[in-house]
């Protein structure tokens, strides 16, 4: 059974930075697909970023493109999400999810069926 935990979350001034990890176990991450996806205060979740783990493909929200990275560290059998210039509209619980099947679609969730618990990310304007 695939487990995720997710580390990192904390509260950020607009402008500023913050790296979530997620931590896998139960299965190697470079045979898995590895997605970031958040969910907003009164709204649905929605994709952040995802990963092919195996040969590094990613695609990336148009939110977060050119600010958030999705990168993975196979000794740590971890991904992470490296986000700057986070603005209000950031703030959100962060998920990691991840899946043993190869989905092209690395941004839809029922591509997903391993969740993490989240973490709060909160950024003051």
């Known amino acids: 059974q695939v487990q995720l935990v997710e580390s990192g979350g904390g509260s950020v001034q607009a402008g500023g930075s913050l790296t979530l990890s997620c931590a896998a176990s139960g299965r190697t991450i470079s045979t898995m697909l590895m997605g970031w996806f958040r969910q907003a205060p009164g709204k649905a979740r929605e994709a952040v970023a995802g990963?092919?783990?195996?040969?590094?493909?990613?695609q990336y929200s148009d939110s977060a493109k050119g600010r958030f990275t999705i990168s993975q560290d196979n000794a740590k059998n971890a991904v992470y999400l490296q986000m700057n210039n986070l603005n209000y509209e950031d703030t959100a619980i962060y998920y990691c999810?991840?899946?043993?099947?190869?989905?092209?679609?690395?941004?839809?969730?029922?591509?997903?069926?391993?969740w993490g618990q989240g973490t709060q990310v909160t950024v003051s304007s």
């Open positions: 999810a991840a899946s043993g099947t190869d989905w092209t679609n690395l941004l839809g969730q029922e591509s997903y069926n391993h």
């Open positions: 990963r092919h783990c195996g040969h590094g493909r990613t």
